[in-house]
């Protein structure tokens, strides 16, 4: 018996269940940023000039510098590592590349260094070794609590420390320093026994609290000589690459967060009846779906959700192909297609679960047959609403929202607005078997 077969709910059967649905037509709409990247024939330049900028001066000549990477979706990151390795060669240093991804890849190091590989950083294109390796080594503990403070071995033994990190709003909680330098340093640095930790603690204690704390003591603890913070802006360009010295750690993270929320992609309206992604992933959040592009945070634990926007129902139709069906997050929807169950790789999404002690957030919503059955499901389910008058988007995924197929309703909003364009005129959805005939939004 196939089970996933058996979870699958035919469009037949959605389309019984929900009688007569009128579907409402959809446009194109495209939200107008005005941003400012980093012209992509400088980027190495400024990484170069960032590593140097860090507190080197106590390191020994040929000394090894360990070079932290490890977070998805970042671009520009093979150049952004390769550039950085090579400054610090330049300087006189031994630099090495370990993979910082806590429990990422399977939790082992065959695992953690394809994945760096799928992110274009190898040993032939950064030009220095990657020493992978689960192991860790206790270099402290927290004053208060007694919380083990771990490090990768390999990083922990090296004359000095520089993480990689991209700085931005996380997922599963707010604070004065989220994603970026010092989570990796906390959960990342610390592999699969770090970050289980982390997140067993955080339960009691949050992640607001915690990460400032273990920073500290990991700074104290060991010879990190800075980080290279990096930021990006709605299109996911790079738009700041900035090394921060130990001294300016965490202040200068904290504002670094503060530019990196003005400047993410978000949805362009607050009240929405129906969203519909078409695809989720690793790769484009850590949760699958970014909790604050969906107002969305239902797995977390004594951490409060976003106020908006409030979207009444998310449909999902896919999982990426980079994140190797691992569907964590997929709990934040309300239905995805057959699609997301039959990629669903259950044994990587249960430890990246088990490790984050977020299992709500990889319960299965139902699962429909195709594109039509999930959006007669979803507007079967809003309670009752004009069909000119029903509030839908599709996107492409949470990190790429300039493009989006819009409804009649919301087309009409988008006229008044400076911020937003209408590209296309709605007009009535159309299938094939089902399945919707309009490309990704994100494809142009």
């Known amino acids: 018996m196939n089970t996933r077969d058996d979870l699958v709910v035919p469009e037949s059967t959605v389309l019984e269940a929900c009688g007569e649905t009128p579907l409402p037509e959809m446009g194109v709409i495209e939200q107008v940023w005005e941003t400012d990247p980093i012209p992509t024939d400088n980027v190495a330049a400024r990484a170069g000039d960032a590593a140097a900028s860090l507190a080197l001066a106590d390191v020994p000549n040929g000394g090894e510098v360990a070079v932290g990477v490890g977070s998805r979706g970042i671009e520009n990151l093979p150049t952004i ?20 991804m ?7 190091a065959e695992g953690q260094r394809e994945m760096l590989n799928e992110l ?7 030009g220095c070794e990657i020493r992978s390796s689960m192991e860790v080594v206790q270099v402290g503990e927290t004053p208060d609590r007694g919380v083990p403070v771990v490090a990768d071995a390999n990083a922990a033994a090296a004359d000095a420390i520089l993480p990689i990190n991209r ?7 707010d604070g004065d320093v989220e994603s970026g330098l010092s ?21 009691n204690w949050s992640f607001r609290n915690m990460i400032p704390e273990i920073t500290d003591q990991l700074l104290d603890s060991l010879p990190i000589v800075g980080g290279v913070a990096l930021v990006e802006d709605q299109y996911d360009e790079t738009m700041i690459i900035e090394g921060i010295r130990p001294d300016g750690f965490l202040d200068r993270e904290a504002e670094l967060l503060k530019t990196a929320y ?8 607050d009240e929405l009846d129906i969203v519909v992604f078409d695809e989720q992933g690793k790769d484009i959040s850590g949760q699958g779906m970014d909790t604050n592009v969906i107002g969305r945070r239902p797995f977390a634990i004594n951490e409060p959700g976003p106020d908006l926007p409030e979207i009444k129902r998310i449909y999902t139709r896919g999982l990426t192909e980079a994140t190797h069906g691992n569907a964590m997050g997929m709990g934040s929807a309300d239905f995805v297609h057959a699609d997301v169950a039959a990629e669903l790789a259950s044994a990587t999404t249960f430890i990246n679960a088990i490790t984050a002690s ?29 069909r000119d008058e029903v509030r839908m988007l599709r996107a492409a995924d949470t990190m790429h929202l300039g493009r989006l197929y819009a409804s009649s309703a919301l087309v009409d909003e988008a006229r008044e607005r400076d911020d937003l364009r209408v590209v ?8 094939e078997d089902g399945a919707f005939t309009a490309p990704s939004p994100h494809d142009g």
């Open 358 to 386: 977020t299992t709500r957030g990889v319960r299965l919503p139902p699962v429909v047959e195709t594109d039509r059955a999930g959006v007669v499901a979803a507007l079967s389910t809003i309670g009752v609403v004009d």
């Open 183 to 203: 989570k990796m340093m906390v959960i990342g640095m610390g592999k699969q026994r770090g970050a289980k930790i982390a997140h067993e603690w955080a339960l």
């Open 120 to 126: 274009g950083v190898n040993e032939g294109e950064i």
């Open 102 to 108: 806590g429990s990422h890849g399977g939790a082992t």
């Open 424 to 431: 296309a005129e709605p007009e009535p959805i159309a299938f």
């Open 81 to 100: 590592v390769a550039a950085v390795v090579d400054r610090l060669d330049e300087l006189g240093y031994e630099p090495f590349v370990f993979p910082a």
């Open 167 to 173: 700085v931005k709003p996380h997922t599963d909680f």
């Open 262 to 269: 003005n400047n993410m992609p978000t949805l362009p309206f």
